[in-house]
Each structure stands twice: as C-alpha cells, then as structure tokens.
C-alpha cells in the first residue's frame, strides 16, 4: 500500500491556513473561495491547530454564537492528529475510521508538509486497485500492457 507522499506528490503544492486569531468569518470566506473543508491553524509557520466546517457547524451555529465575532482560536481543535510523508495509506484511513475525522495535517520534522483528505485516501485507494487489476487483467491474458 502507499504513503502519504504519494497522495502529496500528486495534489497541488497548495496547503492553506490561518491565523488563530482570525474570525470564523475570515475562516469561511477563504474555505469558500478555495473550496476546501479544513484549514491549518499556524502561528509563525507551527501548526497550533485545524478548523474544519464540521467545528464551525457544532461550535458556532449550534451554539447560537456568531462567525464574526468568534475567532477561529476559540472553536479550532488545537491537538489534531497529524500523520508524516511516511504513514501509509491504510494507517490513515485507520486513523480517520476511527477518530471520526476527515482531515489529516502531514507534519514531518515539525514542518508541515501538507493534508491530506478522507476523499484524497479514497481516491488513491480507487486508482491503486484500478491499477492492480488492469495488470492482473493484462497478465491472464498475456498482453503486454
């Protein structure tokens, strides 16, 4: 099975965050724009943190407060579970089954080298078997391929 350097290696160099102290409002308009589900929290390049739209949907509106005056510090979760370039795709996938997440931040080194997505993992796991089988097919059959 794969890495997470291989999802990485094929997804745009992209890995957006924020500020903390930024506003959820601010947080959302981004996540809108750039039509993604989660944000990297960063303070002086360091990961503190991971805003996805789930927190904003359980710690904002279902708590009647306002998006513009709560800062994305407030609501973020400030001890995500972070994967490195390494993990395997499976032990991701693990990890996400059973913590009830969708995003992972890959963190090698302390520096952060991306996230990765649950539609991510699928997508590699889909191409990964798509791949297997076409060989298999080719060599039954005895065609080069």
């Known amino acids: 099975m794969g890495k997470v350097w291989n999802i990485l290696q094929n997804k745009p160099?992209?890995?957006?965050?924020?500020?903390?102290?930024?506003?959820?409002?601010?947080?959302?308009?981004?996540?809108?724009?750039?039509?993604i589900g989660a944000l990297l929290a960063t303070r002086n390049g360091k990961l503190v943190g991971i805003f996805t739209e789930r927190d904003y949907a359980r710690k904002v509106i279902l708590q009647g407060k306002s998006s513009k005056d709560t800062?994305?510090?407030?609501?973020?979760?400030?001890?995500?579970?972070?994967?490195?370039?390494?993990?395997?795709?499976?032990?991701?996938?693990?990890l996400m089954t059973n913590k009830f997440i969708r995003h992972l931040p890959v963190v090698d080194d302390g520096v952060i080298a991306g996230i990765i997505s649950i539609g991510d993992v699928v997508k590699f796991i889909i191409d990964e078997q798509r791949f297997i089988i076409e060989n298999l097919e080719h060599y039954i059959t005895g065609q080069p391929e």
């Open 71 to 94: 800062l994305v510090g407030e609501i973020m979760d400030d001890h995500p579970v972070t994967v490195t370039s390494n993990t395997t795709i499976e032990d991701c996938m693990k």
């Open 13 to 35: 160099g992209n890995t957006f965050s924020i500020s903390p102290e930024y506003t959820v409002y601010d947080a959302l308009e981004l996540m809108c724009h750039r039509n």
